[in-house]
């Protein structure tokens, strides 16, 4: 949100070709500073649109009428917000942000699934690697090569110490909610709305919030009943900081939660890190 002091300077820098004078300008100024305050006591644009029919009414012409209105554009007036409301986060912007982003590091927690407590997921362009954990004992590590279009999957369970390497063709579809780039893309082609502000991991942030059910990609085997996701964004960084979901399918049958934190972005990962470690003495079990 722009400052009364933004505010006060672009009214006075404006360069338009419109004969008005002080009296003109300081009442332009006095109803856009009324609808900053009014937008900061409401936590709604409400106010915008009476600029206008009260600078109509005002004792100006309709072309320093026009001025305000180029001058509500460009101060972005319908985003004006206050304390405790949105700021208008653009998605399409948090998206590009995503996308460009060299390598993520994350962790998820899956309320579904009892087989690990929480994974941590390092990713780049080329390569991904999913560490899982019980405890703080990794017990299973899914590396990910891009380029070579392969998987190689290390059980480090005590009875079940093994490794399968396999093609993306031969993996099943990894689902959209482990990977932070596709999440984003999935609020942008769903309906989806503002719900505030909050402090999240010590972090400022702009919620958004989609119940669009086409937000779940289950296909119609498993039919979609209930969707609830939420991403948070930070207000200083513009980089998803939290993202939360629940989704039911198949008329109440499968429920699934999980939420992704911890985010690390913008991150050079050495590729080292995605070198497949298989210690001696595991089983090699891939399909033949």
């Known amino acids: 949100m722009r400052s009364t002091e933004n505010i006060k300077k672009l009214v006075k820098n404006l360069d338009l070709d419109i004969d008005t004078n002080a009296e003109t300008d300081q009442t332009i100024l006095n109803r856009l ?11 709604t644009a409400s106010a915008v649109p009476n ?7 005002s004792p100006i012409t309709k072309l320093a009428a026009a001025a305000a209105a180029i001058i509500v554009v460009a101060l972005g007036l319908l985003e004006f917000v206050g304390d405790g409301g949105t700021s208008g986060i653009v998605l399409a912007d948090v998206d590009r942000k995503v996308q460009a982003s060299r390598g993520v590091i994350f962790r998820s927690k899956d309320f ?63 689902d959209f909610v482990t990977n932070p780039k596709s999440i984003v893309q999935r609020f942008l082609s769903c309906e989806h709305r503002e719900i505030g502000q909050k402090i999240v991991e010590g972090v ?27 991403i948070w964004v930070s207000v200083e960084t513009g980089y998803p900081v939290q993202f939360e979901y629940e989704i039911v399918r198949n008329n109440g049958e499968i429920r699934i939660a999980g939420i992704r934190d911890q985010f690390q972005w913008d991150v050079e990962l050495d590729e080292s890190m995605f070198e497949p470690n298989i210690p001696t003495g595991y089983i090699d079990i891939s399909p033949h």
């Open 112 to 174: 579904y699934d009892d087989r690990h407590d929480y994974t941590m997921k390092y990713l780049s362009s080329t390569y991904s690697r999913l560490d899982s954990y019980k405890g703080d004992q990794i017990i299973q590590t899914i590396y990910d090569d891009f380029n070579t279009k392969t998987v190689i999957l290390v059980d480090h369970l005590p009875n079940h110490k093994s490794y399968v390497k396999m093609t993306f063709e031969e993996m099943e579809q990894v």
């Open 33 to 43: 500073l009324e609808a900053q305050q009014e937008t900061k006591r409401t936590g």
């Open 204 to 230: 400022l942030c702009e919620g958004i919030e989609t119940t669009d059910p086409t937000f779940d990609e289950s296909g119609p085997d498993y039919p979609t009943d209930n969707v609830t996701a939420r």
């Open 51 to 57: 600029i206008g029919r009260t600078i109509m009414r």
